[in-house]
């Protein structure tokens, strides 16, 4: 460090120009959601449908069981160019009533 006569501080602005990343259109990331709902063992009694909206996947409708619940959401978390997933996907009335589920739906998570 250099000392200086009559010099308390030095500010140094410095500008970063990042270059411009292709953001993935809303129907790319519903093709990555479908692809990787459709990838591995096959989700049986699952009644998912998937929504693409300001880059975040909402997943909606119906899992027979809870594992069932967080494999669709596990595997959505995987898609990438989307913000994270929200999960609307909820059992059955017996199922939950089941399992203990502390309710029906999980709050957004980013992956």
């Excluded at 270059?19 to 990787?36: D, F, L, M, N, V």
Aim: with cysteine; charged share 25%; hydrophobic share 40%.
């Amino acid at each position: 460090m250099l000392r200086v006569a009559n010099v308390r501080a030095v500010v140094q602005e410095l500008e970063t120009a990042f270059p411009e990343h292709r953001r993935p259109e809303p129907h790319e990331i519903g093709r990555a959601a479908i692809k990787q709902l459709d990838t591995g063992l096959a989700l049986t009694g699952a009644n998912i449908k998937v929504v693409i909206e300001h880059e975040w996947v909402r997943a909606e409708g119906t899992a027979a069981t809870n594992t069932m619940r967080d494999e669709v959401i596990r595997r959505l978390c995987n898609v990438s160019g989307s913000r994270g997933v929200i999960d609307r996907v909820h059992l059955p009335t017996a199922a939950f009533f089941r399992q203990g589920e502390g309710g029906p739906y999980k709050e957004p998570s980013v992956c």
